[in-house]
């Protein structure tokens, strides 16, 4: 059974986020995917298998952390679309069916790809109690992203807050998104994020597609523009630009392959 990691928001290897793929002809028992994940141990292993033809989606599509199953996964479906397409198991646009919904990837001439995902319903909060003093910066706002997220938007001071931020994890009474606007108007980049996951097993997610779906939202109307650039700033690093389209987020990036093995225990082998 093949297996292959792939950094996703990222046109080098080694930097944006490495996500494992597996191609199968159906899933397997759940305890055997998250064993897979748990044993590849990162932020998450993809699983797809084809559909029948005729349906609203194509492929199957789940992923899993080292610790839980989730409900949507930008990296992960970027990684999963580049390995059928670079492997010639499908072309043209792609579309899956997870727990998100259907979703689709399209992938451009130049080698990028462009996810479109449903945006995340944003509603203004109070800053729960001790979350300024876990992750040591006070929050200029607090948003929650609503169910696919999970999380906390965090809106602080500036970039350098954002950069320096090194939170007490396990006092953090939310999984937190924290971003802010670029100080560098020709940098590239429009704003800057960084995101925490401990109750999903991510202490810190190097590139999280999904928090797009929030970020985009959040800072389109601050900026007045529909397309964005944001740059997650973990130690790998990664770009995602973000499109606005009604209810959907559309999330383009590039990916590379830096693994093509084997996994030798099957699923029958692990029972």
Known sequence: MRIHIVDAFTDRPFSGNPAAVLILDAFPADAWLQQVAAEVNLSETAFAHPLPPGGEADWALRWFTPVAEVDLCGHATLATAHVLHTTGRATGTLRFATRGGVLAATAEPDGTLTLDF???????????????????????????????????????????AVRALAPELRALPRDVIVTARAEDAEGGYDVVSRCFFPAVGIDEDPVTGSAHTALAPYWSPRLGRDELTGYQASARGGLVRTALRGGRTLLSGTAVTVLDGELLVTPSAAS
């Open 118 to 160: 449903p945006t995340a319903p944003l509603t203004e909060v109070a800053p729960p109690p001790g979350l300024a003093e876990a992750l040591g910066a006070a929050p200029r706002a607090v948003v929650d992203t609503g169910p696919h997220c999970d999380a906390l938007l965090v809106e602080l001071a500036d970039e350098r």
